[in-house]
């Protein structure tokens, strides 16, 4: 009789980025810069050149003066939402150029 170690996906991968935080870290960036477009919708994502984060920061460039006011105005709420759609607090901030 064959024995197997039968464990679930998710349990191995919560595991594996548990032993591996700068990896997680890293992940929980990818999925805020993807939700970018998922929150902003698609006008915003065209007018979007530049988008990473570096140290818990978002750093945005856009095209437009005005974009770039109203994504200021609007930063905290941001942060709220991308965060939420990342599923863990990966930004505390946005530097909108």
């Known amino acids: 009789m064959k024995r197997t170690n039968a ?13 591996r935080p700068e990896l997680r870290q890293k992940i929980l960036e990818v999925r805020v810069v ?6 902003l919708g698609v ?12 140290q818990g920061v978002l750093y945005v460039s856009v095209d437009s003066s005005v974009l ?8 905290a709420h941001l942060v ?10 990966v930004i505390r901030d946005i530097v909108v150029r």
């Open 80 to 89: 709220e939402k991308l965060n939420e759609c990342a599923g863990s607090e």
């Open 7 to 19: 464990q679930p996906l998710g349990e191995l991968l919560q595991e594996f980025y548990n032993e």
């Open 68 to 75: 770039r006011n109203e994504l200021m105005l609007n930063r």
């Open 34 to 39: 993807r939700a970018w477009g998922e929150v």
């Open 43 to 54: 006008s915003v994502s065209k007018a979007t050149r530049s988008l990473y984060v570096r």
